[in-house]
Each structure stands twice: as C-alpha cells, then as structure tokens.
T-cell receptor, first 113, second 113 residues
Framework: GENVEQHPSTLSVQEGDSAVIKCTYS??????FPWYKQELGKRPQLIID?????GEKKDQRIAVTLNKTAKHFSLHITETQPEDSAVYFC????????????FGTGTSLTVIP | EPEVTQTPSHQVTQMGQEVILRCVPI?????FYWYRQILGQKVEFLVS????????KSEIFDDQFSVERPDGSNFTLKIRSTKLEDSAMYFC???????????FGSGTRLTVV
C-alpha cells in the first residue's frame, strides 16, 4: 500500500514568515493529494488539494507544489498569522477508486505573534 | 454550507459494551467513510462504503466493527465489544464522488473505561 511521510512534525514560525511542510509518497499510482488543517479538538478541514496533472496550485496565502518524479509534494503558507496555528495533514490517494486516503503523520504549526 | 453531522459528540462506555456511532452524511454524497484518530496521532482509515456495501476496509476494521446505512440518511459504525484501545476520536466523512475530497464530520470522542 501507499506510505506517506510528512516533515517536520513540529514547526514554529514568527508571524509574517513563511511555513513549508513536506510530504513524500511511495505509490506512483497516487494521483490526488489533499491537505487538511485540524485545529485543536476540531475536525480536519480541507484547505487545498492538487491532482497529479498539475504541478502547482495557489489559493491566496496557501500554495501546494507537486513533483511527481520525486514523489513529493509540499504545502507553502506565506505571511503566516496566529490563526494558521494548527496541525496540518497531507494525504495521498488514487482518486479513481475513491477509497483509501493515506494520511501523513501531521505537522503541528505554531505561529508566534 | 452542507455539513456532515455526527452524534454523540462524546461517549463513555465500559469495556466489553457495544457502541453505535451515528453520522448523517451530506445529502447528495455517494461515498461514506469512517476514520479514527487516537489522541495526538494521525487520522487512520477504517472503512469506505458505497452503494450499500463496504468498498474497502483497513486492518483496523476487524470483526468487532460493522457499518450500516439503515435508511437514506444515516450511516452508523458499530463496535460490538469495545476494548480500551478503541478509545479515540471517530470521524465520519463523505464525498460527492470517488475522486472528490472528503468532508469530515465533527467527530465522536469515544472513551472506553
């Protein structure tokens, strides 16, 4: 099965700085890569996703890049704000079957005011 | 915005007892999922359900677990004889179609004592 690794496990940045979280996956068949944000005690919520036919996607301060050859994808948050503090999970899936999402182990991001 | 609804939000049960966790997926979604998250750990896939049958399940989803869609709106997860290690947050999720992102419910925190 797929194996998703995520780094770093914790990340602290000063408000206004950028944060980058990286994930690697093992199954070259994976073609869908969502990112979820989970605030303490709350549900995971999708923040951005990317499909394998696209190399980069941006939504305001959030961007995701995908390198299919190297099998890694990254989340970039620019101009971080305290409300960005949360645990971020990447995931990989073969979307054609719609079944298992393989989640990374999570990155706890703290934005220091 | 449509939401996935879960009840109860918190359930405490004695070891060996049966529990049923309930979910109401988004009405036009066709795929349903259960995930588990042990405190401080990543989200783990349990099972996916489509067209009134299980389409995929993980190793965690053993004979103690079962899922059901008893009517047109509810989706339930039953644990027949709970163990201490079943204590976790259980998230229901649904998606519109196979390749679409999952929308997570707010979770049920299960505590087995």
């Amino acid at each position: 099965g797929e194996n998703v690794e995520q780094h770093p496990s914790t990340l602290s940045v000063q408000e206004g700085d950028s944060a980058v979280i990286k994930c690697t996956y093992s199954d070259s068949a994976s073609n869908y890569f969502p990112w979820y944000k989970q605030e303490l005690g709350k549900r995971p919520q999708l923040i951005i996703d990317i499909r394998s036919n696209v190399g980069e996607k941006k939504d305001q301060r959030i961007a995701v890049t995908l390198n299919k050859t190297a099998k890694h994808f990254s989340l970039h948050i620019t101009e971080t704000q305290p409300e960005d503090s949360a645990v971020y999970f990447c995931a990989a899936a073969f979307s054609n079957t719609g079944n298992q999402f393989y989640f990374g182990t999570g990155t706890s991001l703290t934005v220091i005011p | 915005e449509p939401e996935v609804t879960q009840t109860p939000s918190h359930q405490v049960t004695q070891m060996g007892q049966e529990v049923i966790l309930r979910c109401v997926p988004i009405s036009n979604h066709l795929y349903f999922y259960w995930y588990r998250q042990i405190l401080g750990q990543k989200v783990e896939f349990l099972v996916s359900f489509y067209n009134n049958e299980i389409s995929e399940k993980s190793e965690i989803f053993d004979d103690q677990f079962s899922v059901e869609r008893p009517d047109g709106s509810n989706f339930t997860l039953k644990i027949r004889s709970t163990k201490l290690e079943d204590s976790a947050m259980y998230f229901c999720a649904s998606s519109e179609y196979a390749g679409r992102f999952r929308v997570f419910g707010s979770g049920t925190r299960l505590t087995v004592v």
